[in-house]
DNA sequence: ATGAAAGCGCTAACAG
DNA sequence: CTGTTAGCGCTTTCAT
């Protein structure tokens, strides 16, 4: 592959003239740049991006962690954050940190040795507050979905409103005539589930329907604890009309709970789920849900983060953090009545 | 962030000394070593990466090009790559490519620049020869899934034996009593989709059951296409008994389309799909299908690459190309009777 | 408008 | 066993 240094001596200019001529920085003769340009063409020269990076400290490159690509709603996040980091001339590197707080520590550092630009985290539990610790350093850093009322006006921000969507998912369960809803309660160590278990909480009140605690299916061990839990819920003395499933995920196990017992959805009772993942359409029934815009979540991260990171390359230091809260919709299919 | 130069001075001998207790490479006396680790430690000097990488021309990274993360199959096979990867101590970027051709070669021109030291290709519809191409520049590469003849002992390539899936899959509704099985046959330039219609066409030869040209439903623009297709086949004087999905995704919505027409599964016509993806056990009924090991996959392409690479930098080429193909089991569930 | 020179942080001969 | 030197490919003052 050709170099800077290569291609300078073919057309008989110094190498600092042709990176001008490549980088479009500063003026260069008409005529030079014309010959340097049709050299360039000619050999395919590409600049090597290390080396680049190596000299500018900065390497175009950003880094996007998550629990686990392998959860459903993380994909179309992923994209959305890959298709506008590429248009802006970006490559992002993902890493899966299975919750892992020592994976994602040890990926932080080692991205931090590549000159990342920043961080689009999804990983946390809340607890450890590694985008805090990262703006504090001085790297651009942004939270997605996953974070904690302490993160709120200290780092950059990007979720639904977790509290509307629940609240309104549980209104609408109510006015389809439901009265004993069960809540799929997701890992309460997050700080969005419990925003949807206020929204649920706050729904029913409003409606002045009883909270009743067994009906809030606390989730132990993974998605298919609510099989069980689904099974004893309809065994109480008065079983629920309706499940609200704080992700469809949880909603498909409820539901498949619900057929092995010979309960008919949506006549006997609605399953309402929250993501909208793209399979929720396509089960039988299709699945009610609330939908998050996941890959606009994803580009919306994306542009968060690249704009700090512009910022910083600026100003050296960086913008005050800001939220971002994209709403969600209620999608009725055929799971509710 | 402290450097190699920094640590040295603090100690008081050289970058280099320094970097051979880091490396470990060549012998250091005892003492100065101590000195130094310790140091290491305390300052939580971490090498950067970029300049290492730009000094021996290895980055340790490598890229995963595939057409999209958002295709179900892909986040298993991504997760194996990247466990594998990062056990070795390499680093995954991902690419996605929308199956675009121009967006493929631009990555890989990009990703060249950054040194990358090999490429992990699901990518390719087969007539664009990049790996080959890749493999002929000195670039370690695989092939995963995705790859034609003409590629076979030109390139390395992983995959299961798609011949031998779709016969056992095809003789195994036989042997269930079906004998007018449709077939959802999926892109056709993909050789992986030739090689299961070829194992359709042979099991139903070997059993002596007639081809009906009318029963194979060829894609055209996406999987909901099969939509369609699935009622017009159910509308024939003698409609399918069965269903041979070539991938689980494409079988949910056949599934889907039954369901509208209000055939039973399996009691009215059977359903079995192809690569056992995640989903598949939670529909309803759960999807019998073909299981492809998804995630060993990846991690086989992983290891395959990181031979390679291993290989050329201690005898400067790259090693004869291998073939690594799994196996593929049938996983009997509800959807087939 | 362009070249020379220094240096990003690291490694690898080559001396000693 | 350890220090000196050169250089990976690029950008960027600072001169000219």
Redesign the interface.
Known sequence: ?AGLKEIAEAVGVSPSTVSRVVNGKSYVNEATRQKVLAMVEQTRY??????K??KLGR?NTICLMLP???NLI???I??GV?DVARKNGF????C?TDEDAEIERTYI??M????IDGFVLCSGNGRNGSARALRKEGFPAVLVNRFTEEDLGQVDTVAVDNFQGAYTATRYLLRCGSRRIALAYGDEELYLYRERYRGYCQALQDAGVAYDERLVLREMGGNDSFYQMTREAMALPDPPDAFFAMSD?KA??I??AL?DLGVRIPQDVSVLGFDNV??SS???PPLSTISQPLHELGAAAAKCLIRQILYKDKHGELPPPARTVLDVDLIVRQSTN
């Open positions: 592959m590409q600049p090597n991006v290390l080396a990076s190596l390497s686990s690509i392998d993380f994909p179309p992923s994209r890959e490559t992002v590197v993902l899966n550092e080692k931090k040795t590549r000159l995920p498909f196990v539901m498949h057929h793209s399979l396509m089960i039988e």
